[in-house]
């Protein structure tokens, strides 16, 4: 037999269970339409060049191009191409869809002329549980770097600043939503002739030297030796779940925005220098849906056969496809014309 309290005791368990039920319910339809929204402002069907004026530009910084002219065919593929003015750069990008439901990769490409130095920008951001963060990186990261006061004479500085300001301008703008993604950045700079790639996560940048690759990142993966102890001296785990995953979620080291791993999950690049003679052909940056199933050597041979970087992107985004990537697609080929480099210095003299 069950007593009257004992029943009132079931029916407001019983009440507590519905509005939990209920909660769940409502934060999930908030997710559903958060991502709608995102995706509906995404940029996959425009065909444009614009010219966007650094409103608090100076003498010292010309005008910043955005040089993405868009390609959209059927399943959220995109290509483009751009070559610099005297033809000393050219780049290709592709970006495909692939197997997965919603698109996370961005992808960005500017140049300028900051102090009288030619400067051109490459991104690549791997969003994960969710697109905001890859594509609030695609909106401000270009711009924050270029604003830096130390940007021109000591970038890696700029670089370093400009990626954590960055990361912790999203959080803030994120800070009333029930969202908690992140993305990676894996970032090439070229002023004048010194390249500065610069990386969080797991996207990569290699460089072909002479039909060589040579990785310019490093992937930020959690049971790096240093990155496993860096994480577990800040209190945080390295656990086995499928993969290896900090707190047994995220499966990267570093990345912006996943607010709940800020402590461990840190957006403080590593950077590496170069400078760029004419030992080296060409860059390729490139989400992992790429790299998970192309190895760096098959990823320069691949854009070396090309003579046009958009065709090297697309080539290497749809041999990754090709071999099974599960993932979104995202790829940019720059590649250097040293001959029109030498052409132009000998017009000078």
């Excluded at 005297?86 to 990008?93: F, M, P, V």
């Excluded at 065709?311 to 290497?316: E, F, N, Q, S």
Aim: glycine share 10%.
């Amino acid at each position: 037999m069950i007593c009257k309290s004992g029943i009132r005791n079931l029916i407001v368990q019983a009440g507590n269970i519905v509005a939990r039920t209920k909660t769940v319910a409502h934060l999930n339809n908030i997710g559903r339409v958060c991502m709608q929204t995102s995706l509906g402002n995404r940029e996959f069907k425009t065909t444009s060049l614009r010219m966007m004026v650094d409103s608090s530009a100076t003498e010292k910084q010309g005008s910043i191009v955005d040089v993405l002219l868009q390609k959209d065919d059927e399943g959220g593929f995109l290509s483009g191409g751009w070559k610099s003015e005297g033809g000393k750069l050219s780049c290709g990008y592709c970006s495909f869809r692939g197997k997965r439901a919603t698109m996370e990769d961005f992808y960005d490409i500017k140049t300028s002329k900051i102090d009288g130095q030619t400067v051109c920008l490459f991104g690549i951001f791997d969003g994960h549980g969710g697109s905001r963060a890859a594509e609030y990186l695609k909106e401000h990261l270009f711009e924050n770097l270029m604003k830096h006061p130390n940007f021109i004479t000591d970038t890696k500085l700029a670089i370093s600043e400009s990626y954590q300001q960055t990361d912790a301008a999203f959080l803030d703008s994120e800070r009333d939503t029930y969202r908690d993604d992140g993305s990676t950045a894996s970032t090439a700079v070229l002023v004048g002739n010194h390249l500065y790639v610069a990386n969080v996560g797991d996207s990569r940048t290699v460089i072909s030297k002479e039909g060589k690759a040579i990785p310019l990142s490093e992937d930020h993966k959690p049971n790096r030796t240093d990155e496993r102890k860096r994480i577990e001296n800040a209190g945080g785990i390295v656990m086995w779940a499928g993969t290896w995953r900090v707190g047994g979620v995220l499966a990267m080291s570093r990345a912006f925005g996943n607010r709940m791993l800020k402590q461990f999950v840190v957006a403080e690049p590593e950077i590496q220098d170069q400078v760029i003679d004419e030992e080296f052909e060409l860059l390729v940056l490139a989400s992992d849906g790429l790299w998970d199933v192309v190895p760096n050597e098959d990823a320069v041979s691949l854009a070396r056969t090309e003579e046009e970087p958009e065709a090297a992107a697309r080539k290497l985004t749809g041999t990754a496809f090709a071999r099974g990537s599960a993932d979104n697609i995202t790829s940019i080929v720059v590649r250097f014309h040293h001959d029109k480099a030498e052409s132009a210095g000998a017009n000078h003299d």
